[in-house]
């Protein structure tokens, strides 16, 4: 296809005004800048107390006539955590179990002798590489995700319908079939079954503590076993993960935790954070319409560096607040337990008496700064109910009997004057079950971002920094190229240089895989075709865009369009320019006789 630019100056003004007109929806990077902790949080979008869960279906492992708790290992998600091992994730080797090394030497020796084995994986690398959005846990993360979704082999394929499974694990998708192609090429599966022993025992080793956490929770709260009835809380052990990693999330009434233990220990406290949620959103959520009168406080909160979902939904704010009270009556403060000897002696027990009051000031005085901390942060009701768990702990009833009260008999206006007079910390704490802060954008991310601010200069400046650092052959430096070339492209027709944009676009396609930067290029050129009054061209552009289906509705609704009808700016009109240039009616001008085969910067498109 060739590209025409005689009117380079007129139409280098029409392209910019197009470009400024949809810069915002063709930033795919900026929008995802923030980041999230590796333990991520999916219960969906609570902005009111109406919508308690997720629409999403269970995955597979949640079977509603097993178990109400259960540790269990998938073989999906070892499938998916060793391809992500084999594609450069080492976060974490040093301080990992024996089996992730193992199963990674197994893998660099199938690779060793299959170039098909390699072909394969270098496929699975390259979507990986084109499809990281923050460079933290938050992009392992969407790949757990999804793993929960798979069959195990040789399908593997998603278990329910894409709209039926949660948006992280939609963005990803089309990694399965590179997945499935990449198993059996190394012969996965048979590493999984080599080191499927040796995942048992490691559950077994964590049997006894997991067990110890989750009664002794359970005798606190006094709750009985028929609380559970439904309800699943499943935790799924994958070594090949990062040692630490504590993933949680909700799949309506069932919690799923997937955690890399190494010597049968895990971070024990995120997961009983986890389970805290999975026994006291119930309680709470059936009384919303009563903690909907904490709405006030939401006010207060406003400046404090809480989750959105803590500042605009009260019940979400009452759930994580009673949670940390729960967790600071029952920390565990590093303070000798004091034990009072049996029969003491008569002249020992005012001694004795004394050192059990000195134990108990240093335990409450840590327990009440934990508190503190928790209001600053912003979870202002954490006071409140930790004085109404003191007097919880002398009653004989569980929490499932007097939830109610505790939150009936709340004194809203009270805790508003406490809030409002709470000087709240200026950064959020790391937890379990939030976003981290989000991360310094530096590189491709911080150009995208400049651009979507209107910095074009620095954007472009950034970008071709970019080039120059990433200059070799690697999957890693193509994927970046693809998108500094397209980075690049838009800033071009910013600035009225339609030539260096088409050039940008077509670099682009002719070394990007990431399809939204596909479909987006194909588009970005349609438009530019209509306004050179080539209808005909610009219409094949659209229909590629529609064709490389990213699975975004801006793309889909922004092809289509295209399709429908001609892309025009204000002032702009394709028949007036014709009947200037003595064009035939129809809007198509004359095209050049034998236009070439190759696009003008050297690159033949891909069909």
Known sequence: MQFTTSRSFAFGALIAAAFLSALVCTAPVAARAQSSSSSNFTKGQQSSSSQVFQEEKAPTLVDPAGPTISLVSLEPVF???AALNACGYDEGLDESAPVRKKVREEIDQALAKSEDARSKRDKVCLYIAQHRMTGTEKDISQYISLALYLTPPPEMETSV???????DSTQVVEIAPLLRDFVAATDLHGIWLAVHRTYDE???RLHDPLSQMIVSTNLYLKLPASTYEGRRFIIVIEPMLSPGTVNARVYGTDYIVVVSPV???IRMSDVRHTYLHYVIEPLLYARASAVDRAQPLLKEVRDAPLEFVYRSDAVALTIESLIKAIEARTMDTGVPVFKMPPNPDRQDVPRL???RQVYQQKVDAIRVATVRHDMTQGFVLTQYFYEQLISFEKDPAGLKDTIGEMVYSMDVEQQVHR?????????ADGDV?????PRKLTGLDLAEARLADGDIATASALARQALTVHSDDSLASVADGARANFILAR???LTGHPDDAISGFQKTLGTSKEPRLLAWSHIYLGRMLDLDCKRDEAMAEYKEALAVRDGQQDTRLAAERGVKGPYTVKGHSCEEDDADDGAPAGGTKPQAANPPVTPPNGIQKPQ
């Open 419 to 427: 809030a409002r007079q709470t000087e709240f910390d200026k950064e």
């Open 353 to 355: 008496e004394h050192e």
């Open 263 to 265: 010597n049968g220990t």
């Open 161 to 167: 319908e894409l709209p039926e499974m949660p948006p």
């Open 79 to 81: 499938l998916m955590a």
């Open 491 to 493: 800033t071009a027709a």
């Open 433 to 437: 079950l939030q976003r981290s802060k």
């Open 202 to 204: 490691e559950a077994q």
